[in-house]
């Protein structure tokens, strides 16, 4: 990576740690920029970003062409700027975003065919939590990406939550049993009268941290961070009776501050993550359960279903890792193949 901005894409798991000073080239800071003032992007709109500065000031700006264009120069959600120019926030004005500070996590997703091949588009920066939110029914639970997004997680240097909504119309139990294995703290919420309830528990997992919300679309996303910042005023989709998916109503991710300290981040909904990145040991580090079976796996398994004596299959096989076990590997196989199948 020849670019000093373009950070992120082989450190996303250095979270803990802090930002590397000086020891990547960075953009040069000209002169003329020394009087730049810092801000956090909070929306990306058409080329125009709602900024908010260090002094508290909601601004508007746009990318200095310096920057450069293209998926890989992105801006996103969450990015902490510099900006110069007019940074007053009066209607109209419209200052310059100068800098890109390094980011500390970055929540990728593949590109899409019409983009260019193997370029993965961040999508949100700077998040420490990722909140997994699925619905426990309208629509269904999806085990499978349910692990999608524990792997982008952990691979983007996230701690996941898994949020489950609508526990009014299903029994969370079944689908907690099937994550019972993994360290995935769980908070449910359901809608009884138009309230939200089980706030406290989320309010919890999100207050001081950053956090993105991710899931599937209809799943109830938008309705949380409605009850979670009063006068959010995210938009709220029916879900299609038909297909028991939602419409997309939010088209981008937006985030928003919480009054108890802390910002949560909407985001439409995610179906694919980039995961080509992720090696198979790290694709299998986000499956604790099955880590400890594969520790028995002869030296360098592929664990694909195709090596002779993969631990799994006896493990699947003979009972010992419970009725789940076949779910759980089925899910770990799946993703691996999909992983390789979306190289470019
Ligand atoms: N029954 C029930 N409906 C919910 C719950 N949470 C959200 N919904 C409904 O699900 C639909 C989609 O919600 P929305 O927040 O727009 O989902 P998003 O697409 O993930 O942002 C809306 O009709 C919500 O009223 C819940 O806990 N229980
Ligand atoms: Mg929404
Ligand atoms: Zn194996």
Redesign the pocket.
């Known amino acids: 990576m020849s670019r000093g901005r373009d950070i992120g894409t082989d450190d996303e798991r250095v979270r803990v740690r802090p930002p590397k000073r000086g020891s990547r080239p960075r953009t040069k800071r000209r002169p003329r920029h020394e009087d730049a003032v810092e801000a956090r992007v909070l929306a990306v709109d058409r080329g125009r970003y709602t900024l908010l500065t260090g002094e508290g000031v909601r601004i508007v700006a746009m990318k200095a062409r310096e920057l450069g264009r293209g998926a890989r120069n992105a801006v996103v959600v969450g990015d902490r700027v510099a900006v110069v120019g007019d940074t007053s926030g009066q209607p109209g004005s419209l200052a310059r975003i100068v800098r890109v500070e390094e980011r500390r996590t970055a929540l990728r997703r593949s590109a899409e065919d019409s983009e260019a091949a193997g370029v993965e588009r961040v999508i949100v920066a700077n998040a420490d939590r990722m909140l997994i939110?699925t619905?426990l029914a309208?629509p269904p639970p999806r085990p499978r990406l349910v692990d999608r997004c524990l792997v982008a997680a952990y691979d983007a240097g996230m701690e996941p939550f898994l949020v489950l909504?609508?526990?009014?119309?299903a029994d969370p139990a079944p689908f907690l049993e099937l994550y019972s294995a993994l360290d995935v703290p769980t908070v449910t919420?359901?809608?009884v009268d138009g309230e939200?309830q089980g706030l406290d528990a989320l309010q919890e997992v999100v207050t001081g941290h950053e956090s993105v919300l991710v899931?599937?679309?209809?799943?109830?996303?938008?309705?949380?961070i409605n009850a979670l910042v009063p006068g959010a005023d995210?938009?709220?989709?029916?879900?299609n009776v038909v297909t028991g998916r939602?419409r997309h109503?939010?088209s981008n991710a937006v985030a928003f501050e919480l009054e108890g300290g802390g910002w949560v981040i909407?985001t439409p909904?995610v179906r694919s993550f980039g995961l080509a990145h992720v090696g198979p040991d790290d694709l299998l580090a986000a499956f604790a359960d099955l880590v400890e079976v594969a520790v028995d796996c002869p030296r360098g398994c592929p664990h694909d279903g195709e090596a002779p004596r993969c631990a799994l299959d006896a493990w699947a096989a003979g009972g010992e890792g419970g009725p789940l076990a076949a779910a759980r590997l089925d899910s770990f196989r799946r993703l691996l193949a999909s992983r390789v199948s979306e190289l470019p």
């Open positions: 939110v619905a309208d909504t609508k526990a009014d119309l919420t359901a809608l939200v899931g599937h679309s209809g799943v109830g996303k938008s309705t949380l995210r938009a709220i989709g029916d879900v939602g109503t939010s909407d909904g």
